[in-house]
């Protein structure tokens, strides 16, 4: 019996001792409010310099609702264990960040701790915006606390337990966030680092193109970039991916300046904001140069299929009207997709058969963009492409993706597409 009290006594005190260790080690302080943000002086050109930027970082598509007003913040965001909203980063000293200082804002993107110690979630990419060098933080500051101040108090986020405990996140970061700039590499070029400056950091491409593990961590060293999960869409390795021509660096700067390159297919879901909002506003420099710098993640081949041949042997693999799926495509989609050269009566007309997502390991992306079409493109001039969910029902969706898999793509069939066709359907608004 005095043994089982010294036990419990023993782990009582072991138990308290971890708890006040935690409390201790997970504390932070309060940065000291501004109060003089009226006197703060920005130059022009630092903050036309943040507003670039912020857009490099998808700030505004984050931090704005829909419908509501630009960085306003109270977009929800919805995953496992509860919905997440973003905050307010206008300058109103109330409901957003008007009298955070610049070191609570260093600490912020740095640390994942806000003004009053708290700990944020994650889903906040200060993972990646770490790496963000001091100038450019100062640039983003200048900016954000230039815009207008908007008034409004973005909904609570309310986990479950024990997510809701933030102080917990101190140990996520102990595992996943490793703080500071990012330094140079000496052995590449400058153009290679101002591009890996701006991929790993603010551009955070890796908080969607990177697996993540059990903890929700990025998985680092060969798996970083190697593709991975945005919002239920698939986000193709960017080191070396399914392409079935290699990515150049031509190709991938026309896909960041406008979101197509007619050698892959076009930026949909997730990836079209981080076009039209982000990229799409950087200086054509700084697109070359990550375009440079993802150029040299993709393997090394010596022999590569041209755009004709692959063309030319899709075009051999299919009967027009040989099967369900080749007869819903001749009469749907051809119009639009024809591979043989004419005017686009409206936007672009993406040879399917060289598509990234029809050599994917899921048929999701392409699920998703026959059900939904793509109505908010990644520029402007690529038009619009309808929706078929109430056109088509899921057994045609399923011929077509055969088709499109097996014919165009000449690639081992997807497994149980009527099923999956039905899944995502009922995961959509209806309407
Ligand atoms: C992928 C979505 C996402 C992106 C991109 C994003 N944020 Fe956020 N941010 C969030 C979420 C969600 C929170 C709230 C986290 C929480 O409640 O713990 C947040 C919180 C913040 C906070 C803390 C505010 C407060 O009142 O505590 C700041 C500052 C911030 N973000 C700045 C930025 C800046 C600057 C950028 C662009 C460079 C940016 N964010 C891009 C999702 C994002
Ligand atoms: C919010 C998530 C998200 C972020 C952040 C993001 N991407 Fe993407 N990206 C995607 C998704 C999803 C796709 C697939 C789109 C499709 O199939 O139409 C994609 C596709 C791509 C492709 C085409 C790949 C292929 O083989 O077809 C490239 C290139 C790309 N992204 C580059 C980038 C770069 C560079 C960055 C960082 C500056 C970035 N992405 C940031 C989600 C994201
Ligand atoms: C009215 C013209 C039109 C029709 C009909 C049409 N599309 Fe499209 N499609 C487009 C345009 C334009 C785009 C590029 C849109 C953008 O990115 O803004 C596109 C893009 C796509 C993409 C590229 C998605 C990506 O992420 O790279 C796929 C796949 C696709 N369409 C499949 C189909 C299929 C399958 C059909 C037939 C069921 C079809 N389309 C019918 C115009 C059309």
Redesign the pocket.
Known sequence: MSRLKTIAGASLIALSLAVTAGVYLSWQPAIPTLDNHDTQYFSHAQIAKGEQLAA?G?CA?CHTAPGGVRNAGGLAMTIPFGTLYSSNITPDPDTGIGNWSYPAFERAMRHGIDRSGRYLYPAF?YTAFTRTRDEDLKALYAYLMSQPAVRHQPPQTALHFPFNIRPGILLWNWLYLKPGAYADNPERSAQWNRGAY??EGL???S???SPRDLLFGERGGSRHLSG?V??D??????AG???PLA?TEDD?LD??RRGY?PR???????????IHQ??GQLPDADLQA?AHY?SSLQPASAEQPSAVALNREAEQRTEPLASPGARLFSGACMACHAQEKGPALTGVRPSLAL???LYAASPD?LIR?ILEGIAQPASPELGYMPAFRHSLNDQQIADLLAFLRQELAGQAPWKALKQRVSEIRATLPAG
């Open positions: 490099l998808d598509v990419p701006l991929s551009g955070h491409c908080a969607c193109h991975g945005a919002e869409w698939s986000a193709h390795a960017l991916g399914n392409a990515w991938l896909f960041l390159s892959h297919g076009v930026a949909a879901g997730p990836m079209a904001p981080v982000g990229l990550i993802l598509n990234s997502n992306n963009v």
